[in-house]
């Protein structure tokens, strides 16, 4: 009876053992939450739905939330708070909290152009013609701020020669215009696209004016970049194959912005092209358009003029082209 009870027992603690080591394997395997923050509705944002959706971010190992915020400035509060530990954001307010001294790394670029236009009624036909008027953005600070700055620039007129009136967010712009609360405003795909379908002018496509600049991208703390690197990596490892994905594949990426936008698909077609050409594969953290972010930066922001910008990011997480 001996042996067969000793062979018993060693059967049960092999099972326990196999139960246990399935267990632990299990638990090692399971995905790494994160919770990433956007604060836009437009075409800009497809990378990001795309990598979501796909289930991209989780054969990286993370398990990705995507948090909607209207306002870049409330996402970055979020990002420094540890509610969020990514946000895809304009560049602007978190360079402006960095340079005050806020725990924040930039660690990717998804769009580096200013996919925007400045969109008008039809009673504007000139420069000279926007003086005085009321001009839609977002919020102050915001990237559709800088973009009207550039505009105007562009038509030798300055910020003080228009009334700047913040709306919240992009489709709230024209419906401010078709309401008549405003008479133009600075639009995004696939909004801008619905707005020159309705008959409004395109007073200047900010892209034509070749510049490069960092429109959206990765940030996060600092501390969680230091202190978590692999779910960096991930991250990042994540959104290059979205981007890719959503480069070469325009009935991907009309689908998942179907279902975030919900335009009719040949407006948000439209728009996805607006945004080919300026979309960063893979989202690296290029210097040169950072750059071009901080001098629009430094009249509000002065500390800005004497601090080092390679501090600000943080490269390693993404290969160069």
Known sequence: ?????????????????????????RSQTKPTPVRVAYSALSAGIGVLW????????????????????????????????????????????MMTAWAQGADIAWVGTTIHQMVFTLITDATITKAADLKGKKLGITRIGSASDLALRTALE?????????????????????????????NGGILSPPTSTAARELSYRPLVHIPDLGKEFTFSGI??????????????????????????????????????????LRGEDRTLEEGY???????????????????????????????????????FIDDRFVMPR
């Open 273 to 311: 092209k607006e945004y080919d050409a300026a979309i960063s594969s893979p989202p690296y953290p290029g210097l040169k358009a950072l750059e071009a972010v901080r001098d629009s930066l430094v009249d509000s922001a002065p500390p800005l003029k004497k601090i080092d910008l390679k501090m």
């Open 154 to 182: 562009h038509l030798g007129l300055g910020i003080k020669d228009v009334a700047v009136i913040s709306m919240g967010g992009i489709p709230d712009i024209l419906a401010g215009m078709r309401a008549g609360a405003i």
């Open 50 to 93: 795309l990598t979501h959706e796909q289930g991209i971010f989780r054969k990286h190992g993370l398990e990705s939330n995507l948090v909607y915020m209207r306002s870049g400035t409330t996402a970055a509060q979020a990002l420094l708070a540890g509610e969020i530990q990514f946000g895809h954001l304009s560049p602007a307010p």
């Open 1 to 25: 009876m001996k042996p067969t009870i000793n062979w018993n027992i060693s059967g049960i603690v092999l099972l326990v053992f196999l139960m246990f080591g399935a267990g632990e394997s």
């Open 219 to 260: 940030a996060a703390k600092r501390t969680f970049v230091q202190g978590q690197p692999n779910i960096v990596r991930g991250f990042m490892a994540a959104l290059t194959d979205g981007a890719k994905i959503y480069k070469e594949d325009n009935r991907a990426a009309v689908r998942v912005l179907r279902k975030y």
